[in-house]
């Protein structure tokens, strides 16, 4: 089977945070999350963590920050 690494998008905005996973031959999935206090798109937490060996087009869950 083949694998493919978790990137690790925490602290990036969505898009790039998208794009990155994209490359790794993996697909995401958005989660709102409000109430963090970070900048509105700003990817706040992911899940598998960065450094994750997966299966190829796996689905990274990335919480994307509302901006409240």
Do not use: D, R, Y
Not at 37 to 63: D, L, R, Y
């Amino acid at each position: 089977t083949a694998t493919a690494t978790v990137p690790s998008v925490v602290g990036q905005t969505q898009s790039t945070a998208q794009s990155n996973i994209k490359k790794a031959n993996l697909q995401s999935v958005v989660v709102q999350w409000s109430g963090t206090g970070k900048p509105s798109g700003q990817v706040v937490g992911q899940t598998p963590e960065s450094g994750a060996v997966v299966p190829k087009n796996s689905i990274v869950i990335i919480f994307v920050s509302t901006g409240s």
